[in-house]
C-alpha cells in the first residue's frame, strides 16, 4: 500500500508564492504517475496537474503551475508564482498505479489527505 501526504498549505497573499509538496511512503515504485488536484466548496475537485514517475519529462500541468517530481526521495512539488485568490482551494496530492488518463479524477486510486490554501486579496 502506498500512503500520500500534502503539506506547504497556508494564507498566502495575492500575488505570492506557493509550493506544496507531497511525499509518498510504502510500495512507491509501483506508481505509473502522481497529480494534484484542488477542490473548493460546493464544486467538483479539478485537475491542476500530472507527471510520469518514470519519464518526468511527461507531465501536464494547468493555472500556471509547475509540477516537479524527486524520485529519489520519493517527492513531488506543486509551485506557482502570482498567485491569484481564485487558486484558493484545498489541494490534493494523488497517486495511480497503472497507465491512465493523468487528468481524469476518477484514475486515481490513492489520495492524501488535502492541505488548504487560501490567497488573500
Known amino acids: 500500500q502506498v500512503q500520500l501526504a500534502e503539506s506547504g498549505g497556508g494564507t498566502v497573499p495575492a500575488g505570492g508564492s506557493l509550493r506544496l509538496s507531497c511525499v509518498a511512503s510504502g510500495w512507491v515504485d509501483s506508481l505509473y504517475a502522481m497529480a494534484w488536484f484542488r477542490q473548493t466548496p460546493g464544486k467538483e475537485r479539478e485537475f491542476v496537474a500530472a507527471i510520469s514517475r518514470s519519464v518526468p519529462d511527461n507531465f501536464l500541468a494547468n493555472f500556471g503551475f509547475i509540477i516537479s517530481i524527486d524520485n529519489p526521495n520519493n517527492k513531488m512539488y506543486l509551485q506557482k508564482n502570482n498567485l491569484n485568490p481564485t487558486d484558493t482551494a484545498v489541494y490534493y496530492c494523488?497517486?495511480?498505479?497503472?497507465?491512465?488518463?493523468?487528468?481524469?479524477?476518477?484514475?486515481?486510486?490513492?489520495w492524501g489527505r488535502g492541505t488548504q490554501v487560501t490567497v488573500s486579496s
Open positions: 494523488a497517486a495511480v498505479n497503472r497507465i491512465v488518463p493523468l487528468t481524469r479524477t476518477t484514475a486515481y486510486n490513492l
